[in-house]
Every structure is written in structure tokens, then in C-alpha cells.
């Protein structure tokens, strides 16, 4: 059966939502501003297969996610998770690659399309650099901890803070640095409005009240082109 004469997705979806692959398909979609649509046209399919896709636990042939991970400006492996347990930059370099400087607007356009970054603060046992789920509000770069984890260290300190993305198929990438001073965010109105707007809650889970903004004195990012 091919992928565009699939059943159809209300009357064949599997309890327990959509697979790992579908999951990426659609972060990658939304993360590229892409409608069903638009990358059905792309890789040759229908909407409603896409939408079957990234709903059930599906498990597409290897030509068709080919095609899906092309449409997507991704490749396969990642698609399917492949360097999930992986750090990034195991790729080869890219023949002739360029540094390039972003601009202030380009780091906060990429700095919105991210929800992990990592936040550097000094603690009783050293410097440390630690993983947080944030928000970008008003350019001001925001995230939620526990008082007694490490995060919470940054708490009136100057710190650095980074966001970056690979891509080990093109052995390109871009990294954006946010230096600013972190402050303890006080006003309830302030504090329901990044609970409220927050694209993600903390990835650790628990309660994370202690909300923590980082007003940046300087941004600045770098872009690594394969020509």
C-alpha cells in the first residue's frame, strides 16, 4: 500500500499517540514554520498521511522517509533518532566552510526557535554550565529551577548563556551567546505571565518556582557555511 492510499488516520490510529519518528516530523515542521501542506507537496505525499504519521506510531519505508527527511532540510538518521544518544560535532569538517558573524537580529531569531540552553554560574564546588529550558520575553532571556539547584546560582551574577544547533549531515552550525546579569524575578504578574508562555515546562520536572531573568548587556553569534 503506498503512502498517499493510507486508511484513513481517524479510523486506523493506534492508542497511546504518535511514534518517536512522527514526534520529529512535526518539531521539525513547526521549527521550520511549515504547514502539512506544504511538505506533503514537497516529499510527494498527502496531508492526510502526514498527519497520519505524525500522529500514530508509524514506521514509514526507508525511500519514503528519505524523501520526508529531504523535504524537511534533515536526513533520515535524525528522523529516526539516530544520534539522540550522541554528542553533537562527530561529523568530518565540510570542504571550504565559512565563519560568519550573525547580526543582534539574527541571534534572537534563532534564540526564539530554541527551548534547551546552556547557562554558566559559579558554585561552591566550581564553575559549572548547565543545561535549562528557557523563554525569549521582551529580548530577555528567561528559564525556571528549583532555590537549591545548581541554576539558581546565577542569581544576581553576571553569567553567559548559549544556544546552538548542528547539523552533522551538512557539517554546519550556529552558536549565539547571551552575557548579561541574571535577577530573581519578583512580581507575580511577571512570574504567571512566563509560567503562561513558556513554550516548554522544565524538562526535569518538579517544582521549579524560582523564576530567573538574564537582561543581556551583550548577544552576539556565529554561523559555520559549507560552500
Request: glycine letters at 12%.
Given at each position: 500500500?503506498?503512502?498517499?492510499?493510507?486508511?484513513?488516520p481517524?479510523?486506523?490510529?493506534?492508542?497511546?499517540?504518535?511514534?518517536?519518528?512522527?514526534?520529529?516530523?512535526a518539531?521539525?515542521?513547526?521549527?521550520?514554520?511549515?504547514?502539512?501542506e506544504?511538505?506533503?507537496g514537497?516529499?510527494?505525499?498527502?496531508?492526510?498521511?502526514?498527519?497520519?504519521?505524525?500522529?500514530?506510531?508509524?514506521?514509514?519505508?526507508?525511500?519514503?522517509?528519505?524523501?520526508?527527511?529531504?523535504?524537511?532540510?534533515?536526513?533520515?538518521?535524525?528522523?529516526?533518532?539516530?544520534?539522540?544518544?550522541?554528542?553533537?560535532?562527530?561529523?568530518?569538517?565540510?570542504?571550504?566552510?565559512?565563519?560568519?558573524?550573525?547580526?543582534?537580529?539574527?541571534?534572537?531569531?534563532?534564540?526564539?526557535?530554541?527551548?534547551?540552553g546552556?547557562?554558566?554560574?559559579?558554585?561552591?564546588?566550581?564553575?559549572s554550565?548547565?543545561?535549562?529550558?528557557?523563554?525569549?520575553?521582551?529580548?530577555?532571556?528567561v528559564?525556571?529551577?528549583?532555590?537549591?539547584a545548581s541554576?539558581?546560582?546565577?542569581?544576581?551574577?553576571?553569567?553567559?548563556?548559549?544556544?546552538?544547533?548542528?547539523?552533522?549531515?551538512?557539517?554546519?552550525?550556529?552558536?549565539?551567546?547571551?552575557?548579561?546579569?541574571?535577577?530573581?524575578v519578583?512580581?507575580?504578574?511577571?512570574?504567571?505571565?512566563?509560567a503562561?508562555?513558556a513554550?516548554?515546562k522544565?524538562?526535569?520536572?518538579?517544582?521549579?518556582?524560582l523564576?530567573?531573568?538574564?537582561?543581556?548587556?551583550?548577544?552576539?553569534g556565529r554561523?559555520?557555511?559549507?560552500?
Amino acid at each position: 500500500m503506498s503512502e498517499a492510499a493510507r486508511p484513513d488516520p481517524a479510523a486506523t490510529r493506534r492508542p497511546g499517540g504518535g511514534g518517536d519518528i512522527g514526534r520529529r516530523v512535526a518539531l521539525r515542521r513547526e521549527r521550520l514554520g511549515l504547514s502539512r501542506e506544504d511538505v506533503a507537496g514537497r516529499a510527494g505525499t498527502s496531508p492526510s498521511y502526514l498527519r497520519y504519521l505524525e500522529e500514530s506510531p508509524a514506521d514509514p519505508g526507508t525511500g519514503f522517509l528519505l524523501r520526508l527527511a529531504a523535504a524537511l532540510d534533515t536526513t533520515a538518521a535524525e528522523l529516526r533518532g539516530g544520534g539522540v544518544g550522541l554528542p553533537p560535532g562527530l561529523g568530518q569538517a565540510g570542504s571550504r566552510p565559512d565563519l560568519v558573524e550573525l547580526t543582534p537580529r539574527e541571534c534572537y531569531d534563532l534564540l526564539s526557535t530554541h527551548g534547551v540552553g546552556r547557562i554558566s554560574v559559579s558554585t561552591s564546588k566550581g564553575p559549572s554550565i548547565l543545561p535549562v529550558n528557557y523563554s525569549v520575553m521582551d529580548d530577555a532571556v528567561v528559564f525556571r529551577t528549583a532555590p537549591d539547584a545548581s541554576p539558581a546560582a546565577a542569581a544576581g551574577a553576571e553569567v553567559a548563556f548559549e544556544v546552538d544547533h548542528i547539523d552533522e549531515a551538512l557539517s554546519e552550525g550556529w552558536s549565539v551567546l547571551v552575557v548579561g546579569r541574571a535577577q530573581r524575578v519578583t512580581d507575580p504578574e511577571a512570574i504567571r505571565r512566563v509560567a503562561a508562555d513558556a513554550y516548554s515546562k522544565p524538562w526535569p520536572g518538579g517544582s521549579r518556582e524560582l523564576c530567573l531573568r538574564i537582561d543581556p548587556t551583550r548577544v552576539t553569534g556565529r554561523r559555520i557555511r559549507v560552500h
